[in-house]
């Protein structure tokens, strides 16, 4: 039935139309066929028995008579009265012929055919013939004391009347079918041309043409059903709207958003960089100054004890002074500004390789000098955040940086062979605010970039993908 499925809904209507009309017509032709021939048939016996009983009455008088000759013209006259009458045989109580029609004589045999006595009612012989089957039909005349009326019947005409009147009944079934087929089809292209346009308005509205609407031409189904289209359309055109509004204002508030954590950032490195001065140009030299006067001191004083104190606070201080440098560098790191990024984050690697006891495997390939000031701060800080994490929670015990350039675009990839984060660690800090991993993330996204997150048992890996056309300096147009 694949092929029935395919159809359009006015082909499948007049294919079942058809088929309908065509099985009710073979029904309907063996039924009357039938119905004709047990209807005739009984009518066409009854007829003969009233023939060869007319036949009987009109005879009698002139068997008795013996007048041969009124009795040939009683059986011409009613042989003569119908065309399905082949023959007329009247004969005496003891079987001898009186009369018959027979032009050439008696057909051999003919009188052994019908030969039993009756006295009563009638009896029915078929003879199968050259003209085909012939009823015999033999009634008595004055109870078998006179004679027997014998009439011949031929089917031939009353086959005749059943085909005329089947081929009558094949050409109003015809005409009748033809024109439930045509009305069929108009009707059908009635109900399916609304469908049609509603299919069509359909795929333009799925294309994005939400203006296409459908005539509503009637008020029965179809024509409710084409309204209801109508207004979904509407519909749907008021939830594009509201859709774009929404959409614009939350553009407009990534927008703004992206323009404060921009800010916030640049504020944030600002501060880190005033901290970082203050740390290194005053606090520093204020250290160091108290470094020298403490060693002036103790080489005033000649009380032991007195040179020992002062001694081990200026080893505190000393230790004070290296910490707070390392801070200010932590900070705003000078070998960034200076060398670049790929010598900062392989000098910070060592740093911490030494501080934390962590195996930090740095491979940083690439020309940093193209790279935008915002794009190089940002890689150094989120590389920093990661190592961080790793040495709060991982409990690693190597790690590894890779900064290159991968397909036109800046890769860089932290891992680590630690325990790695859990959804329940993810959810927890996302409750808690500790927006380390989402500061990383947004950092990312506000430069065009890519951030994914990958963990499991064998550690983890955090990865930064930002297009080269974002990554690279853009050109100073008044350097032409």
Known sequence: MKWFAGLSIHKKIISVTISSIILLSLLMGLLVWNSLETALAGQFEKRGVEIATRLASLSSEHILFNDPFALYEVANEVKSSSEDIRYILITDHLGHVLAHTFPGGLPTGILAINEQRITLDFNIESLDTDEGLVLDIMVPIEYGKVGYARVGLSELYIRSLIQEKLQAVFLITLLVCSLAVFLTARMTAYITRPLTSLAHAAKEIADGNLSSRVAVRSDDEVGRLTASFNNMADSLIRTSQEKDELLAALQEKERLRDILFHKLITAQEDERKRISRELHDETSQALTSLIVSMRLLADETDDPQMQETIRQIREITVRI?????????????????????????????????????????????????????????????IMQECLTNIARHSGAKNARVLLEMQDSCLVLVVSDDGKGINQEALNRARNESRIGLYGMQERTELLGGSFYLASGNSGTTVTIIIPSQQAVRKEDPSHD
């Open 321 to 381: 002074l290296n910490d707070v440098r390392n801070l200010a560098v932590e900070l705003r790191p000078p070998v960034l500004d200076d060398l670049g990024l790929c010598a900062a984050m392989q000098k910070y690697a060592d740093q911490y390789q030494d501080r934390f006891g962590i195996t930090v495997s740095c491979t940083t390939d690439l020309d940093d000098s193209i790279l935008d000031s915002q794009v190089v701060l940002t890689l150094y800080r």
